[in-house]
Every structure is written in structure tokens, then in C-alpha cells.
């Protein structure tokens, strides 16, 4: 993620992609800019359905990394 890749402004969402804590597997969502430049949610993984707590970061470019926290309680 070192370059910089410009996107236009108006777009709304954008995608952003974690590694499941549990099985591996990169993940790619949508991420919502207007919802905040820093945003956390849990969601199940979409491959083995583990829940977990998801960070995400939106990045004064527009880009938006995302990350898992591990396991949601
Ligand atoms: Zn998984």
C-alpha cells in the first residue's frame, strides 16, 4: 500500500479489504465514507462466518484500510 492511487472525491464508497482473523482469507468491503474517517463494527466473516471486530480507516487521500481486531464478544 505504498503508492498513492487518487480517486475521485465524490464517491462515496469506497473498498477496503482485512484478513479474517479466523480462517485467513482477505476479505473486501464496502466502507462508507460520509460515516466517519474512523469507523469499527463487527461483521461475520462471509467465509467461516466468525465474528469479529473490524477497523476501519479512511485516509485523508480517500483510500480506506480496514483491519481485523480478532474475535468480537
Ligand atoms: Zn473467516
Do not use: L, T
Not at 2 to 12: L, M, P, S
Not at 20 to 49: K, L, T
Not at 51 to 73: F, H, K, T, Y
Request: proline share 4%; aromatic share 4%.
Amino acid at each position: 500500500m505504498k503508492k498513492k492511487r487518487r480517486r475521485k472525491r465524490r464517491e462515496v464508497s469506497v473498498e477496503a479489504s482485512y484478513v479474517c482473523d479466523n480462517c485467513g482469507e482477505e476479505i473486501v468491503i464496502p466502507v462508507d465514507r460520509s460515516a466517519g474517517e474512523s469507523q469499527e463494527f463487527i461483521e461475520d466473516c462471509p467465509v467461516c462466518c466468525h465474528p469479529q471486530m473490524i477497523r476501519v480507516e479512511v485516509e485523508e487521500d480517500g483510500e480506506a484500510r480496514a483491519w481485523s481486531e480478532g474475535e468480537a464478544n
